[in-house]
């Protein structure tokens, strides 16, 4: 009896999974809000008929105005046939330079939907202002403009206005037009057959309905205009331009769209970096040794595989598996992913602290001769990563020379997580990333899923790799009759089946005391104090403050660090959760930089208001500095206030791009986690000298 309800229990998990397939379209869409999209909601027909309008109308709203623009500038503004046509020449080209502007926004930075409505409200703008300019002072007397009546002089202001205007109508059109046919596909999900089949046919109703929008300008339009009713034209044209934009503003709920992928010339030249650096490596043949190539999907979110190809092949080297070299091994190679060369965060490229040549920031540059004490080719060592930071987790990865293990996750309508393992991990020392940032609750319950996954798994050895560990605060007893989480929660990762956790700045050293299983503590101070060493600051000007002080300790450590740096804090007294009040500062900071170190900023109200006092008290520069940026509202706007020169952060939590600001620097913590990984997988002492400068207790 139960291997039968096992078996309806597997046979109703994996029709539950099949259900939640089919409801999601497969090629990475998502709706409005962000969300996986819906098939039978979003896309398809409902959207693409809609764009279909939109296109034949804008078509018709265009070539209303460019078709007879040189029969206007001949017969309203006087001008003769060679400059009118060289005038007509340089405008069109306009057009399509400012096609590029529009591609190259879409693609990067806006997405296609943003670009599409922002460009066509453009577009009806300047043909609104070309019908007024032509309706008041243009058209001057009434009824001038045909083939017998000429129109009066203007005034050098009406001309100005009127190139104003058709220019608004060049950029308009050329950052909408190549976006448009893009976005109407990306209303097909290619991955399904029957979606597949209505994207090819939806390209060829695209160029009739662009076909039909020109047909109708160039004759009806066009008859009106040769006329002399250049009014009348130019004010069809920007109703159908304005019909068109609320058409596809309607539409908004429907659409289905895929996230701009960051800025393709830093990719670009990443990949030009690291193909330099590798230059000295001999490349295997064949494609079966390219990283990543075997997988599915590409590594960046919501983006697609790009095909391999043999021509320019010097520049696949940063992509491909080196056969060993005596002088450099493995883990020290410049390594990224095929179609991914680096990451990106915030919208803000950053080069990952990858160990290459030349050598690496001091903190880790010490610890390289012992490479060839650690078997880096070791198959039995595992990399998965959960949901809650993929891109960290793909670092620490490409640091170490290893593919992320195959993991499926997902999330049920009413909420509840699946979590399948698609390689073997038997007899594996397994590691999993997941930090557990907010949405703490499900961040947290991935992860004891995912290590009881391995644990029916048989894996030998689970280490949870928890580069921000949530409820840390929630370390001991404040008030009668509280909860003490922190040791709640560490129960559950061990009751769960880890054997080993690796954490990253816990907030109190007490926290360690909690496991029942063996707890690496990383700091990730060294971090911080390369990129700090690295700006050009007087020694003689820092003081590093600690805003509080319950963090004096990491202070101080950090001050020492820091070519011994006098230390001043901040006291101050807290009301209630996420409520914080400056009462005065300890030590002297007057025209002098100072740095704060937390180990994380979460709502930012004490770091704030310590930086407003600092400044109170002659501060020239303030710094902030904290491993983990929790940034719960309203945080972005007290850290973009113009209070900090820099807020300097790592990677452990991900920073979503809506957070992001000027003054913020993201470093990341992955050459940090995964030499460790190593060194915890080779067993290597944490007492040998190197390995105590990594901040490891």
């Given at each position: ?250 539409g908004t709920p429907r659409y289905r769209h895929f996230n701009p992928k960051g800025n393709p010339l830093s ?431």
């Amino acid at each position: 009896m139960a291997c039968l309800n096992n078996i309806c229990g597997e046979v109703s998990i994996e029709k539950k999974i099949i259900k939640e397939e089919e409801a999601h379209t497969l090629d990475g869409a998502v709706d409005r809000h962000g969300r996986p999209a819906i098939r039978g909601k979003t896309g398809t027909w409902v959207a693409g008929i809609l764009l279909l309008v939109n296109q034949g109308l804008a078509t018709l709203a265009f070539f209303g105005v460019g078709v007879n623009l040189v029969l206007f500038l001949t017969r309203v503004l006087g001008q003769n046939n060679a400059d009118a046509a060289n005038n007509v020449s340089k405008w069109t080209g306009t057009v399509y330079i400012f096609s590029l502007l529009g591609a190259f926004l879409s693609d990067s930075y806006w997405g296609r939907y943003k670009t599409c409505a922002i460009f066509q409200a453009v577009f009806v703008l300047g043909l609104v202002l070309l019908s007024v300019s032509s309706s008041l002072f243009l058209l001057k007397p009434s009824g001038c403009g045909d083939e017998e009546t000429p129109c009066g002089s203007h005034s050098s202001f009406q001309i100005v206005f009127f190139y104003f205007a058709i220019y608004l109508v060049a950029l308009g059109n050329g950052g909408y037009q190549p976006t448009i046919a893009t976005f109407g596909a990306d209303q097909f999900d290619e991955e399904d057959p029957k979606e597949g089949h209505s994207k090819i046919a939806f390209f060829s109703y695209f160029y009739l309905a662009l076909n039909l929008g020109s047909l109708f300008s160039n004759t009806i339009l066009g008859y009106f205009e040769d006329q002399g009713m250049w009014t009348l034209g130019f004010w069809a044209s920007a109703a159908s331009a304005l019909v068109a934009l609320v058409l596809f503003l309607i539409g908004t709920p429907r659409y289905r769209h895929f996230n701009p992928k960051g800025n393709p010339l830093s990719r670009f030249c990443q990949v030009l970096v690291a193909a330099t650096r590798n230059w000295k490596f001999e490349m295997s043949p064949g494609r079966e040794h390219f990283f990543e190539l075997d997988k599915e999907k590409s590594a960046i979110n919501g983006g697609r595989k790009i095909l391999q190809t043999q021509g320019f092949s010097p520049l696949l080297s940063p992509a491909t598996l080196f056969k060993s070299h005596p002088r450099f091994p493995l883990r020290h190679r410049f390594r990224c992913h095929v179609v991914e060369p680096l990451k990106f965060d915030n919208g803000k490229p950053y080069l990952p602290l990858l160990t290459t040549d030349p050598p690496l920031p001091t903190f880790l540059s010490s610890n390289t001769h012992l490479g060839n004490a650690i078997n880096k080719n070791d198959t039995r060592l595992r990399i998965f990563s959960g949901t809650a930071n993929p891109a960290l987790a793909q670092e620490i990865a490409c640091y170490m020379g290893l593919e992320l293990g195959k993991i499926k996750i997902k999330r049920f309508a009413d909420g509840e997580i699946y979590v399948q393992l698609q390689e073997s991990v038997r007899g594996c020392d397994v590691y999993l990333v997941q930090p557990t940032c907010p949405p703490a609750n499900e961040n947290l319950m991935e992860l004891l899923i995912m290590v009881d996954a391995c644990r029916r798994a048989s894996a030998k050895n689970i280490t949870a790799v928890i580069p921000y560990f949530g409820y840390a605060r929630a370390d001991r007893k404040t008030q009668g009759r509280e909860s003490i989480a922190a040791k709640l929660v560490a129960n559950l990762i061990t009751e769960a089946g880890a054997n080993r956790v690796l954490a990253c700045d816990l907030h109190s050293g007490q926290s360690m005391g909690y496991f029942d299983i063996p707890v690496d503590h990383v700091y990730g101070q060294p971090v911080i104090l390369d990129y700090l060493a690295s700006k050009t600051i007087c020694s003689d000007d820092l003081v590093v403050v600690s805003p509080d002080v319950g963090g004096v300790a990491r202070a101080r450590a950090f001050a020492k660090k820091l070519s011994d740096a006098p230390l001043a804090i901040v006291d101050k007294r807290r009301h209630g959760h996420n409520v914080a009040e400056v009462m005065n500062l300890i030590g002297d900071v007057k025209g002098k930089v100072a740095v704060m170190v937390d180990d994380m900023i979460d709502t930012a109200g004490t770091i704030a208001k310590g930086a407003a006092l600092l400044h109170q008290e002659g501060a020239r520069e303030v710094y902030a500095c904290s491993t983990h940026a929790v940034f719960s509202p309203p945080a972005i706007e007290r850290l973009s206030s113009g209070l900090f020169q820099e807020v300097i952060i790592t990677n452990t939590i991900p920073v979503s791009e809506k957070n992001y600001f000027p003054q913020l620097t993201v470093l990341s913590v992955a050459n940090l986690l995964g030499e460790t990984i190593w060194r915890v997988h080779d067993d290597c002492s944490g007492g040998f000298e190197p390995y105590s400068t990594l901040g490891i207790d």
